[in-house]
């Protein structure tokens, strides 16, 4: 870099006036009103635009069966 190059200060700071990051775009599940991400399923009750996408109900019964099961079993081999 040549020193002709060379910004002063404000011309640095007008530059860098842009950089900032900007917040989550975030908006309204229009089934269950909870907060979401754009773009993104919702979290609370599974669906994208008025489908559901992944069934939170069996994930959620597997789940809990799967922690059930190994606690049941480490407390049968410390007996
Ligand atoms: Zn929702």
């Given at each position: 870099m040549v020193n002709r190059m060379r910004h002063n200060r404000s011309q640095r700071?007008?530059?860098r006036?842009?950089?900032?990051?900007?917040?989550?775009?975030?908006?309204k599940c229009p089934d269950?009103?909870?907060?979401?991400?754009?773009?993104?399923?919702c979290s609370n009750c599974g669906k994208y635009r008025?489908?559901?996408?992944?069934n939170l109900e069996k994930k959620t019964?597997?789940?809990k069966t799967t922690?059930?099961?190994?606690?049941s079993e480490k407390k049968t081999e410390a007996k």
């Open positions: 700071g007008s530059t006036s842009h950089h900032g990051l900007k917040g989550i775009a975030l908006t269950c009103s909870a907060t979401v991400k754009r773009h993104q399923v008025g489908k559901v996408v992944i019964k597997k789940t922690k059930t099961s190994k606690k």
